[in-house]
């Protein structure tokens, strides 16, 4: 018996767990009927159609018998042991959390005994914050389970959507376990899979006493990357992740976390922490302003939300023909207003003219401060699920900027 640290591993899909479909239409009709109802997946891992749900209880140890190599599948489902005549070559999600970590060499030598659960089984672009929440509630009973409290979590899923899903767990995560996200840029069917190599770098992170109190981290290419600061920066390249205007924390070589800075300021709080299960209703827009815009397009979207997030040109910027239907959304609802330049702050008191970052804030316009337009949206969303006033939402957003 293992008598080292325990990290749990929950699976929600992506690259990492993608093998080849026999008809790659059938992916089109993802997620499957049975979304978001929850429905037990076998541990052994057959596929199981895309986006179903595992049972919270369908939780397995690791190292288990019948270790083996990832294998082609049906969208349907059955394994078909290398791929069906007519195979496509396209990929989805359908390997287990075990069958990934069947597949990372030297991972029973850290000594970690691991926790296994399967989630969801899907792309990161079709996660929801539903999925999310219903993740992190499993995460939870890990945190302070009868079999004992973990020492970290890992989360793996598909790139597309990490720096998001990262921050979203990094606002309600208050315990001092990591959680530590993770996924690969090339699936398991292509050359130089980096799966294994991010799953082995994010159990180390999650099982290391150096992360302890760090919140949520992503950890790709070995690098450690604070979720506040995150970026996916590339659609294909195996390096794309990267942390603008701040680098990453640290890194992981020969099974050991090497941090270059200290532990980021935590980003959750008692609002941010609160109450997932009204999360869903909230509905927070996201407009990014662009070369003629007249605010039309904004006025239609911010109809039909609770609070909106506004990215502007470089430092918190509008054109003048937007600033009215601003002002007038603002006073309805919280309006956030970040760059849409992927990094560096909106500013407060430099520019003077209509629709400038100082205008703006003027006429009510919140500041999200250095945060992206992205993780802006989910602080936005999760204050106002918590049934935060402008008042109160404005000073969450000042207390995570990076004067503080
Ligand atoms: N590399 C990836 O994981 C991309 C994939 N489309 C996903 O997010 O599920």
Redesign the pocket.
């Known amino acids: 018996m293992t008598t080292g640290p325990t990290v749990a591993v929950f699976s929600l ?4 767990a993608m093998t080849t479909v026999s008809d790659a239409r059938e992916q089109v009709e993802w997620p499957a009927e049975g979304r978001g109802r929850p429905r037990s997946v076998g541990a052994g891992g057959e596929a199981n159609g895309g986006g179903a749900v595992s049972d919270a209880r369908e939780q397995v140890e690791w190292p288990a018998e019948g270790r083996g190599r990832p294998r082609s599948v049906g969208a349907g489902g059955e394994a078909n042991g290398g791929g069906a005549p007519g195979a496509t070559g396209a990929v989805a ?1 359908a390997l287990s959390a075990r069958e990934l970590l069947d597949s990372v060499p030297g991972l029973d030598a850290l000594g970690i005994r691991l926790r296994v659960h399967d989630v969801r089984r899907l ?3 079709s996660l929801s914050l539903a999925d999310l929440d219903a993740l992190y509630t499993t995460v939870a009973a890990e945190l302070d389970g009868e079999a004992g409290a973990v020492d970290g979590v890992v989360v793996v899923q ?4 990490i720096e998001e899903t990262a921050f979203y767990l990094d606002v309600i995560h208050s315990a001092d376990a990591p959680v530590v996200v993770t ?3 090339r699936n398991p069917t292509q050359p130089g899979p980096d799966g294994p190599a991010n799953l082995y770098a994010a159990v180390v992170c999650a099982a290391s006493s150096r992360l302890r109190g760090a919140g949520c981290v992503v950890v790709l290419g070995d690098e450690i990357h604070a979720a506040r600061t995150v970026a996916k920066s590339h659609s294909v390249s195996p390096a794309a992740f990267v942390s603008p205007g701040a680098g990453p924390l640290g890194l992981v070589a020969e099974g050991r976390v090497w941090l270059h800075h200290s532990l980021p300021p935590r980003m959750v709080s008692p609002a941010t922490a609160a109450a997932p299960a009204i999360a869903s209703d909230v509905r927070v827009g996201l407009h990014t302003v662009t070369l003629g815009d007249d605010g039309e397009a904004l006025s239609l979207l911010g109809a039909g939300c609770d609070g909106l997030v506004v990215a502007g040109f470089g430092a918190g910027h509008v054109a003048a023909a937007m600033v009215p239907k601003l002002e007038e959304l603002a006073a309805r609802i919280p309006v956030v207003l970040t760059s849409r330049t992927g990094s560096g702050p909106v500013l407060a008191r430099t520019y003077g003219f209509p629709g400038s970052e100082r205008d703006l804030l003027e006429r009510g316009l919140i500041s999200g401060g250095d945060l992206s337009p992205y993780k802006a949206r989910l602080l936005l969303h999760r204050l106002l699920a918590a049934g935060c006033k402008p008042h109160g939402i404005a000073g969450e957003f000042a207390a995570r900027t990076v004067s503080r």
């Not at 899909?13 to 990492?16: A, E, P, S």
Request: hydrophobic share 25%; net charge negative; aromatic share 0%.
């Open positions: 899909g992506g690259t990492i999600p792309p990161g672009a598909g790139t597309d959507t996924g690969a840029m």
